[in-house]
């Protein structure tokens, strides 16, 4: 349960009117408020259930501008400036029709548009893969290069000797004349296997 239904009901049970206001914004979204006025509470009114409006700043369709900056508190209710709805119909105007783009009212103009963009985006992937190859070029030139030195650096001149022969030397051993006890017949075992 939310402050304001808790406060509905403390009221309701002391025999005081609840009465609440709703006021719309621009974009449909209903608010709802026990006055509109700053340090009220406010909330976001939906099917099921009263939400606190988040912070930030939001317009009425009156041409209100609510500002929130705790949620679900009014910090400051004002009018907008015509000098603010000037700015935003001149950013709007300029956003439909700069000359080089088609308006996006009609469907030939959003066809022009989209030609437009597929011809732009066309332009920027053969930039970028002309780029890419001239990348992969250069490192695959520079990797060589590398290779081709490690390998010098590492190799060294050697001189084949056919008529090297393997000497073996002849272990001397001692106590060969003893007697040859069970261990030393398992070690001979083992070793000279």
């Known amino acids: 349960m939310d402050a304001t239904s808790k406060i509905n009901k403390i009221r ?5 009117d609840v009465i609440l206001e709703t006021k719309k914004l621009e974009n449909g979204t209903t608010f709802e408020s026990e006055k509109f006025e700053a340090g009220s509470d406010v909330f976001i009114l939906t099917e099921d259930e009263k939400i606190p409006v ?5 317009s009425m369709e009156d041409g ?9 508190v009014i910090a400051s209710l004002g009018k907008k400036d015509e000098d603010e709805y000037e700015k935003e119909e001149e950013k709007e105007e300029e956003m439909r029709d700069d000359g080089k783009e088609a308006a996006v009212d009609d469907w030939a103009g959003m066809e022009k548009r989209i030609k437009n963009l597929e011809d ?11 780029e890419t190859e001239e990348e992969e070029a250069e490192e695959a030139k520079a990797e060589v290069e590398e290779e081709k030195e490690e390998l010098s ?3 060294q001149p050697f001189k084949h000797n056919p008529e090297k022969q393997n000497k073996k030397t002849k272990l001397t051993t001692w106590g060969n004349n003893r007697v040859r006890t069970t261990e030393d017949r398992v070690f001979n075992q083992i070793f000279n296997s």
């Open 12 to 16: 309701t049970l002391l025999g005081l």
């Open 54 to 58: 988040p912070v930030g700043t939001y």
């Open 64 to 72: 209100v501008e609510l500002t929130v900056e705790k949620e679900g």
């Open 120 to 130: 732009a985006v066309a332009d920027l992937k053969g930039k970028v893969e002309a």
């Open 153 to 155: 650096a590492h190799v």
